[in-house]
């Protein structure tokens, strides 16, 4: 075998061997899929969530970013959002919709009533094949979430949000400092290492 096609197989391998480990792990503690590992990581990292938190997740199915929500939140609310439907999860308010549309605000406002301590969104445009596509259209619903923070998050709120090391990633950095006081990324160990894919961590607007 030519020597492009073994390191091709074994990173093939590789990829499979990170996937699998991460999704028989999520089964057998009963969530929903392996992006839950990369939420716990993240948690762990900024302790973001809080058992009295007001909190929206979006791109919530198949909802194990909820999951997790709804084990550490007993006095606080969750609103959850998608325009993919989810199966019910106990204490998480589910709302079947686009995250862009007005009266979507409209319902997120009215449920949180003024008080929303942390949006986490890992949301992810379809995926076309076309990869610098994918990573632009995901990195364009993270700086609309960025905006939309401003119109719905508390002034000391919290924002995490899944976004690709791409071509515009500078740009988005920026849009990020410019609203909030402290900016971070991390990338969760459960995240591929070939995948560009990061998360930002947003504290406090800086209108404060
Ligand atoms: C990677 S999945 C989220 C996985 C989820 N965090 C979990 O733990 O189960 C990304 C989700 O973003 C959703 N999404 C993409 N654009 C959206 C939009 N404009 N409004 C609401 N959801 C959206 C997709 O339907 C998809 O279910």
Redesign the pocket.
Known sequence: MKKSKRIKKSNSWRIKHHRDQFFKKSKTLGY??R??FK?LELNKKFKIIKKNSYLL??????????QIASKIITTGKILS????KMEPIKNVKFLN????DQSTKDKITFFFRGRLDVIIS????NTTGNKSLDSIRTNQ?CAEVLSLSTKILKPKGVLLSKLFMGEDFIEIKNLAKSTFKEVDFFKPESSRNESKETYLHCKSFKTL
């Open positions: 929903r899929s992006a839950s939420l997740d979006l791109g919530s199915s198949p909802g194990s970013w909820s959002i998608d325009i993919k919709c686009d995250i862009f890992d949301m992810a445009a619903l």
